[in-house]
Structures are given as C-alpha cells and as structure tokens.
C-alpha cells in the first residue's frame, strides 16, 4: 500500500464542493502547472504551500479583529452580534454562573464521551423549549433533536442530512441574511438559491416579493426562514404574513428550515419568539429547526446548540436520527458535555429557569431601550433623513440603510466598527456610546449623501 494514493478519483460532486471552496476562500482556480514552471525565490521554492492565496478576514468576524487592531480609546465594535452591558462589557448571566458553580461543586459528575446525539436531556429540553412544552409532535416522538455546536453546527449538520437524504437538492435563503448561510449551504452540496425579503425603500418586508419568489420555486424545495429578528435586516413577518407563508409552503411542499438563533431576544419571551416555528409544527407537517443558546443564554463561546428535526412518525424520526448519527461521527465524533450540561441544568429547574426567563427580558429591554435613544439623539441632531426604522426593526440589529463607504469614514473618522452593510449590533450600545454614535452616523450622512 505504501507510496499509492489511496483515495478515488475526485468526483463531479467532489469537484464541485473544491471549486464552491475555492471561490470562498477569495481565490479563482489555481493553475497548478503554471506554478511548478514559474521561476520563485529560494525561500518560497521550499513551501508546497506557495500557491495558497491570502484570503479576505470573515466579513461579520473580522471586524472584531479590525476592531482589536485600533488603540483608540474612543473605539465601538458594533459588528459581531454579542450582547454588552451598559458598561460595555461582555455579560455572564447570573443563573448560568449559578449552574456552573453547581456543576463544579458536583464531584461525581464526570468527562466521559457524551453520545454522538449529545446529551438526552439537554436535546429533549431543547425540543420543548422551541416546539412548546405540550407540543404533540414531542409528544409521540415525532422530533428528533441532537445536540450541535450551536446555532452554525445545528445548521450544518440539518444540510448534510439534507444533501444524502432529501430529494430537493434547492435551498431558498433570504436576500439579505446571514452571511454564513450561503456558505454553510453551497458546502454542503446544496444549490443555493434566494427569495426576496428586504425592501430598501421602505425598510420593511418585501412581503409581495417573497410570496413571488415561494410560489415559482420548485416543488419540494428547501425554504430556510429566520424564526425571529432576522439578521441582518430586524424586520419579520407579522402573524398574518406567517400564516400566508405556511399556507404556500404547504400547498407547495417546501420544506421549512427554520434558523432559531435568538428566541428571547425579539419581543423578551421564549413562546412568543418561537411562535412561526410552532404554527408549522402544529399543521403536522415535517420542520427543520436550528437553535442556539449563543445569545439567549450567553453561551457563545460554549458552542451549544440544537438541530429538531419534526417527521410525521416516530417511526420515521428514528431513522432520521440513526443517519444523523452518520452525519455527525465523522464530523466531530461527539458535541462538548459543558455547555449543554449549563442548559439542560436551568431548562430542568424551575427557579433557575424562571431566573433566566428575567435576565433574558432584562437583555432585550435594553437592547429596546438603546434603539429609542438612537433614534432620539439622531432626532436632536436634525439629522437628514427618516430613522425611523431604528426602533420599527427588531432584536440585535439595526439595519440602518448607511452605505459602505459611510461606514468606512464613520471607522476611519470615529472609530466605530460595523459590518459594511450598514448593520450594527444594538447590543453593544450603550447611554456612554450612543452619543459618539449619533454623532458619526449625522457626519457620515451629511458629508456623504
Ligand atoms: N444564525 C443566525 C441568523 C445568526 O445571526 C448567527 C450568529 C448564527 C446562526 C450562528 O450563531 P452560533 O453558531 O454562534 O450559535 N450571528 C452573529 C455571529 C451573532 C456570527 O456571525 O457568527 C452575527 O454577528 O451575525
């Protein structure tokens, strides 16, 4: 066996995931003969690794990186969408201190493996949380939850199983979302595709156009929704556009993949949050869903999160769990016990949950709270234009409409970090910074028209 390569020729499918990977990293494809011709220095002769292209820092991530890289002391990241005190600081709830104290002071508790689904009770709690604690798809074990990393790895781990297992190789995203949605897709071999959303006039819902965009797509097709407070936009869809855009699903088969990545954070309340979810779920048909616990209970860094997968029998959804298996062993093998014991601990206690239910409010009040001030601070500034989609829009996000190069003189100029499409992250506002804020987004709106 030695010296022989092992592996089969790539296949078109192989080819193509290189390719989408290619394009990702900022690079076209690469000529490999035209290096090995070309004449290089002695050093860069040495690396096979010559031909790798530099590729562009992750446009949500990398502004925390800018934003580490400025001495300032008047500087603001108000990219990455992670919650900040009104002392600007980082938060760990109280009752996940509490939980982890509790843990730490366990010692018969141990670090064993956790099963390649994750822990039980966390993914059983999981699935109550987002379908309802009487949910009758939970009841007759219809749901099959495995535990993820997060919010992005629930994500990928649903698209894996999507690209062996469905028929429809097509998934719809809204335009704008996310930007780690398109990427998450096309790697996992699914064709993207997207449906409107946004209406930059109105700052609204392109209600019209997405009811356009559902209704021509294919039958089957995977339609992948943001249960609450869409990113990057904050605007959703009211109850009655909900119900429409299930009622056109359904009557076209399109598969839901709901994105849950801040239940709490819209209105303040968990049921509420994840009503869309539960009217699809209650009509009995199948549902995708992907939770984080990144930001509504602070966990980031803790990487723990849900992938629900509702079927229409248990029987089926066991089946689907034995292939998600398949999916997830060789991917990471088996999800970190830490994080998920934090949750499955406040999720299965009373108290602890009614505390966190508090913190969680107490996070998307202020967050509430800062959009009123913005827009009042841009108010008594008199600065042109209507802002009033500051306090319309919903959850973590502003999008405020500021055109990229606004944003690139309000870093230049005043230090304030946020991702090129105008969107900052309420969350790490505060009554200190707004001002500095309001001032920037006045000079950038004057200067630049
Ligand atoms: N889905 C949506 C809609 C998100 O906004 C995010 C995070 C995730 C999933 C993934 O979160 P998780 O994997 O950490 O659970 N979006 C952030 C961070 C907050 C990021 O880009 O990773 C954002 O600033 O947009």
Not at 181 to 191: E, N, Q, R, V
Not at 193 to 208: A, D, M, W
Request: net charge positive; proline share 6%; charged share 20%.
């Amino acid at each position: 066996m030695h010296g022989r390569d092992a592996s089969p020729p790539p296949s078109p499918a192989d080819r193509r995931l290189t390719a989408i990977a290619r394009h990702l990293e900022g690079s076209s494809a690469v000529d490999m003969d035209s290096i090995a011709a070309s004449p290089t220095s002695a050093s860069a002769r040495n690396s096979v690794f010559d031909h790798v292209v530099r590729a562009p820092e992750d446009p949500i991530l990398g502004v925390t990186v800018a934003y580490n890289k400025d001495a300032s002391p008047v500087k603001l990241n108000l990219g990455v969408g992670a919650y900040r005190t009104e002392e600007g600081k980082p938060l760990v709830l109280n009752v996940v201190r509490r939980a982890e104290q509790m843990l730490v002071n366990n010692s018969s508790r141990v670090k064993e493996y956790l099963p390649i689904v994750g822990l039980a009770d966390f993914n059983k709690l999981s699935a109550k949380l987002i379908l309802g604690a009487d949910s009758p798809a939970v009841q007759e074990n219809r749901v099959t939850t495995v535990q993820c990393l997060s919010g992005t790895g629930s994500l990928r781990v649903g698209a894996e199983f999507l690209a062996r297992h469905y028929h429809q190789r097509t998934i719809y995203i809204p335009q704008p979302t996310w930007g780690n949605h398109l990427k998450i897709f096309g790697l996992a071999g699914l064709s993207v595709k997207t449906y409107r959303y946004f209406c930059p006039s109105t700052r609204g819902l392109n209600f019209q156009g997405l009811l356009e965009d559902l209704g021509s797509a294919p039958s089957g097709a995977i339609v992948l929704l943001h249960a609450c407070a869409h990113n990057p936009t904050g605007v959703d869809p009211t109850p009655q556009q909900w119900e429409q855009i299930r009622q056109l699903m359904r009557s076209k088969a399109l598969l839901p993949f709901f994105d849950s990545a801040y239940q709490g954070f819209a209105s303040g309340n968990l049921d509420i949050d994840a009503q869309p979810i539960r009217m699809f779920v209650a009509d009995g048909g199948e549902c995708f869903v992907a939770q984080s616990y990144a930001k509504n209970m602070g966990l980031y860094g803790e990487r723990v999160g849900a992938l629900s997968i509702v079927c229409r029998s248990a029987d089926v959804a066991s089946r689907v769990e034995s292939q998600l298996k398949l999916v997830i062993r060789p991917m990471y093998s088996n999800p970190p016990i830490h994080g998920a014991s934090i949750v499955a601990m406040i999720l299965k206690d009373r108290n602890m949950f009614q505390e966190w239910t508090i913190e969680l409010k107490a996070m998307a009040d202020r967050i509430i709270s800062m959009r009123q001030k913005l827009f009042d601070a841009l108010r008594s500034r008199g600065t042109p234009g209507d802002w009033s989609h500051i306090i319309k829009q919903i959850g973590m996000f502003t999008f405020t409409g500021l055109n990229s190069e606004q944003v690139a003189f309000m870093t230049k100029e005043y230090h304030i970090y946020m991702t090129s499409d105008g969107r900052i992250s309420m969350a790490g506002l505060s009554s200190r910074t707004v001002p500095h804020l309001a001032d920037a987004i006045h000079a950038a709106v004057t200067r630049l028209a």
